[in-house]
């Protein structure tokens, strides 16, 4: 079993849809849990940092943790063709830059116009 | 400002050969990581600089890999006598030390090895 879980999709909807992205984890010691979004031949970029379980939001993103299921959620409301790229769930056991992250395998969106 | 810059942007070369990778990390950012990402997966963590020295070099997979940062700015990734199954694209990070480990992605060099 890979450390972190994440269904590769693609996962297609239309456009003003609500997408929900999830990642599972095996390792309790993840404390810091990010989202990535990647455009095709680009590098990942950071949408959503999180450290405690509960719900974060920014604009139309939402991402949620919850430990003690060892379950991270990436929620994109209103969905825009714009938003089709892989989302990368990236977890880190300790802050401050001292570890790598450990990264899903990306789940594909495509939104449909 | 500029963002981490990766050089080149894309590698062909063929089995048995060296090839170098090169990271302009952000002006100031004193961590660099390094990662691999193959075809339909997620990055695969390799080794974090903190400064000149490599902190965490777990990642590596084998002794063909290495990478130096000598002033600890630009990075150099070095892969000897490569094979087939080093296709992949390396991607290179950088962060500012201490409270959020926000990492910054270049956009990769594309390794192929024929």
């Known amino acids: 079993q890979k450390e972190v879980e994440q269904d590769p999709g693609p996962l297609s909807v239309p456009e003003g849809a609500i997408v929900s992205l999830n990642c599972t984890y095996s390792n309790s010691a993840f404390q810091y849990f990010m989202w990535y979004r990647q455009y095709s031949r680009k590098g990942p970029e950071l949408l959503m940092y999180?450290?405690?379980?509960g719900n974060k939001e920014d604009g139309r993103f939402t991402a949620q943790v919850d430990k003690s299921s060892k379950y991270i959620s990436l929620f994109i409301r209103d969905s825009q063709p714009s938003d089709s790229a892989t989302y990368l769930c990236?977890?880190?056991?300790?802050?401050?830059?001292?570890?790598?992250?450990?990264f899903g395998k990306g789940t594909h969106l495509i939104i449909q116009p | 400002g500029a963002g981490v810059s990766q050089t080149p942007s894309n590698k062909v070369t063929e089995k048995g050969k060296y090839v170098e990778l090169r990271c302009d990390p952000i002006?100031?950012?004193?961590?660099l990581y390094w990662y691999r990402q193959s075809l339909g997966q997620g990055p695969e963590f390799l080794i974090y600089f903190q400064g000149t020295g490599a902190a965490d070099d777990s990642g590596l997979p084998n002794d063909r890999f290495f990478a130096v940062r000598p002033e600890g700015s630009v990075s150099t990734l070095k892969i000897q006598r490569t094979e087939r199954g080093d296709s992949a694209v390396y991607l290179c990070?950088?962060?500012?030390?201490?409270?959020?480990?926000?990492?910054?992605f270049g956009a990769g060099t594309r390794l192929s090895v024929l």
């Open positions: 999180t450290y405690s379980s």
């Open positions: 990070a950088s962060s500012l030390s201490g409270g959020k480990n926000i990492q910054y």
């Open positions: 990236a977890l880190e056991l300790s802050g401050g830059g001292a570890d790598g992250l450990t």
């Open positions: 002006s100031g950012h004193t961590a």
